[in-house]
C-alpha cells in the first residue's frame, strides 16, 4: 500500500497563475483533508470531504477550490494562486469521520511570486 | 474556537536525557487528542490518540498522558532518532482537527 501520495511535490508559480493539487489514497478511506503548514503556525485546515460526494469548507477556504473526484481522489485547485499561498500543502484521510486518526501525504511544497 | 498551545517551541537534549512536552488546549467536547511526529521535508506520522483524562499510552520510548487541560509527551531516554517536530491536535464536537505549532526536538549523541 502507498498510503497517501500527492503531486508535484514542488511547484514555482506566478502570481495569477492557476494549479492543481493532486491527492489519492489506497485505504478505501472515507474522509480526506486538505491543509496548508506555515512556520510557526499549526496546520490549517482548508477543505474536507467526509465522504464521496461532499465537501466541506475548513479554517482557511479562500482562494481555494476542491473536487472529491471518487472514493480515492480529491484534489485541491487555486484559480489565481497569490503569493499569500506560499506553504506546505498536505492531504489527509482517516477512516470515519470520528475518532480513527488522519494519515498524511508527503506535502506539496509550493512557492508563489 | 478549539485552541491548542504547545511549550517550548524547540528542546535540545542531550542523549539519555529525558524531558516533557507540553500540549495545553480548550475544545468544545474532546472527542480526541492526538500525537504525531514530523521529520523535516516529511507529512506527520501518527502517533498515538489519547480519549479520556487519565489515559496513558506507550511505544518505545514515548508516553503520552492526558488531563481535562493538557497532555503530556514524555521521552525517556532519548535518541539521536527520535529528533524530530512532535504535533498535538485535538478533536472536538465538529469532527475537526485543530493543531498546535509544534515543539522540535533535537538530540545530540
Not at chain 1, 474522509?31 to 482548508?46: A, C, E, F, K, N
Not at chain 2, 516529511?42 to 511505544?59: C, D, I, Q, R
Request: aromatic share 10%; net charge neutral; glycine share 10%.
Amino acid at each position: 500500500n502507498a498510503g497517501v501520495t500527492q503531486t508535484p511535490k514542488f511547484q514555482v508559480l506566478k502570481t495569477g497563475q492557476s494549479m492543481t493539487l493532486q491527492c489519492a489514497q489506497d485505504m478505501n478511506h472515507n474522509s480526506m483533508y486538505w491543509y496548508r503548514q506555515d512556520p510557526g503556525m499549526g496546520l490549517r485546515l482548508i477543505y474536507y470531504s467526509a465522504s464521496e460526494g461532499t465537501t466541506d469548507k475548513g479554517e482557511v477556504p479562500n482562494g481555494y477550490n476542491v473536487s472529491r473526484l471518487n472514493k480515492r481522489e480529491f484534489s485541491l485547485r487555486l484559480e489565481s494562486a497569490a503569493p499569500s499561498q506560499t506553504s506546505v500543502y498536505f492531504c489527509a484521510s482517516s477512516g470515519e469521520r470520528g475518532y480513527n486518526e488522519q494519515f498524511f501525504g508527503p506535502g506539496t511544497r509550493l512557492t508563489v511570486l | 474556537e478549539d485552541q491548542v498551545t504547545q511549550s517550548p517551541e524547540a528542546l535540545r537534549l542531550q542523549e539519555g536525557e529525558s524531558s516533557s512536552l507540553n500540549c495545553s488546549y480548550t475544545v468544545s467536547g474532546l472527542r480526541g487528542l492526538f500525537w504525531y511526529r514530523q521529520d523535516p521535508g516529511k507529512g506527520p506520522e501518527f502517533l498515538f490518540t489519547l480519549y479520556s483524562a487519565g489515559e496513558e499510552k506507550e511505544k518505545e520510548r514515548l508516553k503520552a498522558t492526558l488531563t481535562k487541560k493538557e497532555s503530556f509527551l514524555h521521552i525517556t531516554a532519548p535518541k539521536p532518532e527520535d529528533s524530530a517536530t512532535y504535533l498535538c491536535a485535538v478533536q472536538g464536537n465538529d469532527y475537526k482537527l485543530s493543531f498546535g505549532a509544534g515543539t522540535t526536538v533535537t538530540v545530540r549523541a
